[in-house]
Each structure stands twice: as structure tokens, then as C-alpha cells.
RNA sequence: GCUCCCUUCGUCUAUCGGAAAGGACGCCGGGUUUUCAACCCGGAAAGAGGGGUUCAACUCCCCUAGGGAGCACCA
């Protein structure tokens, strides 16, 4: 049997971290059984539901590398099938008219409350005659559920769940105004889609009893469910958007790798024994569902941002240049682009994310004299920039502008001077990128070629 | 309020009745070094509490506490 899964999100803003991780969950487990994954936009709720936000899910499924089947479901054109299936309900006996009114209702919910009972129906309707519906009332569709019993759901990630019956009522399969709710669309689709497989959030946990209650009414193969522990922040709290609850697309903006993105939500709330950092093809190796933990997992930026750092390591120097091509404007010359390339081995080191990778690029293109930023200030005092006068003469004579020859004109000095290399290569590499932090200073200095290297040092020098 | 779920270093986790409870991030210290970073080495750091079960519990059961989720004619 083919496994097929699907991520089903609603398209009310963007696809946010916690939904990232399940689709990710879900495609892994995919491609490890070699099933299919689908996707499904949950839209029944026009009013929250925008184009937009349809467009954000996409690329940020395909920003991570996610690619599903065929086209997205969109459960709103769905509506149709959802009523046939609700009238096949109606006809078998395992659903009912329910004629109550809105305020019946929370009438209903708030004396439960006070008597210390679930908010639930109370099935007023379930067995009554239809004739004594009150005129001009339009009924909701509600599910007929075992009174007794309970349901189980055997979980992949939580085990055995059991919910008695009487914590369920009979829910509303569809609206007074014909249109289905979700649980009604959820199962149809499923069923429909011919998904083995359901690999969501915890928070849907219970409502899998009420979706197993409706696949056994229409006597449908119920899927496999495996319930997935959701994300906090930092603080143990709700994920909100201080801490991470952001859009996979903010994490790009904010210069994380995908592979790393992908690395580290799978690594939240999975593991594989002591398994760190692994491709995405050994995380599709290894991915199954009995390595999911069952406790919510805590956002890490720490975390995503060192293995970020690796990925960036381990990024092909091209690749990283187009990325971070654009954080400059004006846009590089092709010579700047040049230095560029030469430098990234040693600027990739230095970076945890993009953002940083490009502002460490910075002083390639920067135009003289430099700003300098309070470490390098802190670094050229009166004295240092005496010291990078008497050194630019030194230079001068530098034949062969090459990394060999500058370092050995360099130390010569140094020891001429009596200092030791690092008291020398740090006012010049504060004259020469403005920072205290940087490649190599006669790499630097080789790249930024003999007028512009030492056209800066004499900007500073005295 | 009711129901369900969860609880190992600060964080992510390994462990699946018998180990000095392991790894990673972060932190601290050291090394290398041309700063920072990277890299290497070392260190501090954990079984929520209480009862059981057992020859033996982090591992199984119960209770308590804490945390989370769900309880709509939302999805």
C-alpha cells in the first residue's frame, strides 16, 4: 500500500515555524516510506482566509525545499461533496436535523459550565420528530455519536489515546446555512485524497476522535495519526512572534540557510541518537515516526544559528555570493564581485547568517576614507597611526603586490619594530575594512590590490 | 470547570529495569592564532516531588506539582 500524507494549513497569513516543522515531518516521512505528500489549503474560512496567504504557503514550502504532488487541494471548492456526504449521513441515520438557535446553544454551554460538565450539546434534537421543528428555522447538520464507549486512537507519537464518549457531543457537520465545518471538510477530504496517514499538530488531538467518529459512521478506512508536539518559544510559552512564530520567510530575511533551517526543525522534537547535523537525504534515511518525542519542544535561536554557521561553512562560495548580492546597492562590479569570491572562503567562517556574511563583505566596496566603527576606532590610536605612517613607505617598495611578499614586508617591520604581528595587523586592519574583525589582513590587503590597500591605510595613517 | 497529553543538564535530546546518565547548542577555562571568527582540548551543568512494583528504577504503576492542548453553527 502507497502511504500517502498531506499538510493542510490555513491560509490566514504565512506559513508560520510550527507549520513549517509539520509539513517538513510529513514530507520526510514521505520520502522515507517513498509515499506521496499532498497538499491541502484549508480556505473554508473565507473571511480569513486570503489569496496571499495561499501564495506565502507555497513559497515557503518551496523556499524549504518541499515539494508536494500535484496540485494544492483547496478545500473550499469542496463544499459541494462535503454536503453529499452530509446528506448520505442524513439518510443513514447517522446524522440529524438540529433546529437550535444560537442563543439555545450558549445557554446551554454555560449551565453545563456551572454544573461542572463539559460544555457539550445536549443531543436535544438527536432523537426528536423532525415535525416539531420551529417554523422558519433553518436546521445544522449534526453527527449522530456513540453515546457510550469511548473512542481510541492509537497515536504514533502520543500511543493509545481513549476519549469517552460523553467528553464528545454530536458536532455540527454542517452549518444552518448548508456550509460544512471544518471536521466535516477535514474527513471528506482525507477520505477523498486517500490519505494513510496523518502527521499533525498535538492541538488536533482530540478533534481525531471526532474525525474517527465520522469515518466510522461512513464506514471509511480510518488513517494512521501521528499527533506532533507543538514549538514554544524560548520562555516555555505560546510561540508568539517576538520569538519565532514568524513566517519562514522572515527566517530567510533574516539570513538562515534552508538546509539549516531544515536540519534544525527536524532536529526539534526528533532525533535520531545522537545525530546532530545530517543532510537532508540522511534525514530522510533516518526519519520515522518512532523517533518523535512526545513533550514540546522550545525554539532555539542559539542553536539555529550555529548550525546556520555550519551550513554557511560548507555553501559553495558562488552560491553564497548571488545570495547576498543584493544586500548591496549599489549593486557589486563585476571586479568587486571578483573580490568577493576570492575573500569568501575566509568571510563564510566569520558569518552566522547571511545578513552578517554580506555586512563582513562590506568594505570591499566601501569608498574612502572609510567610516570606521568603534572597535577600529578604539584600535587606531595617535600611536597606531603613527606606527601605520612609518609602515606605508615599507610598503611601498612591495614588488610583487601578492600575499607572500606583503606578509614578509609586514613582519619584517614588526620585528624592526620590536611589536608583535598582532599589534601591528590590527590598525591595519582597522584601516583597511573599517572593522575589527576580518579575513586575513594580507589577504585583505592583497584582494583590495597596492592603491585602494594603500590608499586606506594612508587615509588613517600620520 | 471538564478531558487528554507532557516532565532527563539553561535549551534540543540519547537512554528503552542493572552505565561513571551520553551528545549538541549556549556558558566558563585553556590551546592555536594576526583581531574576531573558525578549529582543537578541558570544565561546570540533569532524571520535578512523594509513594509504590522489583533483587534492581530515569526507565513500569499511582498521587501531587508544574507545563501544554482541546472543549464553537473557527480552522
Not at 8 to 34: C, D, E, M, Q
Not at 256 to 267: G, H, I, Q, V
Not at 376 to 382: M, V
Not at 398 to 409: F, L, P, Q
Request: hydrophobic content about 40%; some cysteine.
Amino acid at each position: 500500500m502507497t502511504i500517502v500524507t498531506r499538510f493542510a494549513p490555513s491560509p490566514t497569513g504565512y506559513l508560520h515555524i510550527g507549520g513549517a516543522r509539520t509539513a517538513l515531518f510529513n514530507w520526510l516521512y514521505t520520502k522515507h516510506v517513498g509515499g506521496r505528500f499532498l497538499l491541502r489549503i484549508e480556505d473554508t474560512d473565507q473571511e480569513r482566509s486570503s489569496k496571499g496567504a495561499v501564495e506565502a504557503i507555497y513559497d515557503g514550502l518551496k523556499w524549504l525545499g518541499l515539494d508536494w504532488e500535484g496540485d494544492a487541494v483547496l478545500q473550499s471548492q469542496r463544499a459541494p461533496r462535503h454536503r453529499e456526504v452530509a446528506e448520505q449521513l442524513l439518510a443513514s441515520g447517522n446524522a440529524y436535523h438540529c433546529y437550535c438557535t444560537p442563543d439555545e446553544l450558549t445557554a446551554m454551554r454555560e449551565l453545563a459550565m456551572k454544573e461542572g460538565r463539559p460544555p457539550r450539546y445536549d443531543g436535544r434534537w438527536r432523537d426528536r420528530d423532525p415535525k416539531e421543528a420551529p417554523p422558519g428555522v433553518k436546521p445544522a447538520v449534526r453527527l449522530k455519536a456513540p453515546r457510550t464507549g469511548e473512542t481510541i486512537i492509537d497515536d504514533q507519537v502520543q500511543g493509545e489515546v481513549r476519549i469517552a464518549a460523553d467528553q464528545l457531543d454530536d458536532m455540527v457537520l454542517l452549518r444552518s446555512d448548508g456550509t460544512p465545518t471544518y471536521m466535516m471538510a477535514v474527513v471528506v477530504d482525507d477520505h477523498d485524497m486517500g490519505i494513510t496517514h496523518v502527521i499533525r499538530g498535538v492541538d488536533h488531538l482530540t478533534n481525531a476522535a471526532r474525525q474517527v467518529q465520522l469515518f466510522r459512521a461512513m464506514n471509511w478506512a480510518v488513517p494512521v495519526y501521528a499527533h506532533i508536539p507543538l514549538i514554544h518559544g524560548p520562555d516555555g510559552a505560546k510561540l508568539s512572534k517576538r520569538h519565532g512564530a514568524l513566517g519562514v520567510q522572515e527566517y530567510a530575511k533574516m539570513g538562515y540557510l534552508p538546509e539549516a533551517m531544515r536540519n534544525y526543525l527536524a532536529r526539534l522534537g526528533w532525533s535520531h541518537g545522537d545525530a546532530e547535523i545530517f543532510s537532508t537525504e540522511q534525514a530522510i534515511e533516518w526519519f520515522d515516526l518512532p523517533g518523535i518525542g512526545r513533550s514540546a519542544a522550545r525554539f532555539d535561536f542559539d542553536k539555529l544559528r550555529n548550525l546556520n554557521g555550519v551550513y554557511l561553512q560548507q555553501a559553495d562560495d558562488d552560491r553564497l555570493a548571488n545570495l547576498i548580492a543584493p544586500n548591496f546597492d549599489p549593486a557589486l562590479t563585476p571586479d568587486q564581485a571578483a573580490r568577493l569570491k576570492t575573500l569568501m572562503p575566509e568571510l563564510k567562517k566569520r558569518a552566522k547568517d547571511l545578513n552578517e556574511l554580506a555586512d563582513n563583505a562590506r568594505f570591499l566596496t566601501a569608498a574612502r576614507p572609510l567610516s570606521l566603527d568603534p572597535k577600529a576606532e578604539a584600535l587606531l590610536g595617535a600611536e597606531a597611526r603613527a606606527m601605520l605612517g612609518r609602515l606605508l613607505p615599507i610598503l611601498t617598495t612591495v614588488g610583487d603586490w601578492k600575499v607572500a611578499g606583503i606578509e614578509a614586508a609586514v613582519r619584517a617591520f614588526g620585528e624592526a619594530e620590536g611589536r608583535k604581528l598582532g599589534d601591528v595587523a590590527q590598525p591595519i586592519r582597522a584601516a583597511l575594512t573599517g572593522k575589527a574583525t576580518s579575513p586575513g589582513v594580507f589577504d585583505v590587503m592583497a584582494v583590495l590590490g597596492r592603491d585602494d590597500a594603500l590608499g586606506r591605510i594612508t587615509d588613517v595613517a600620520r
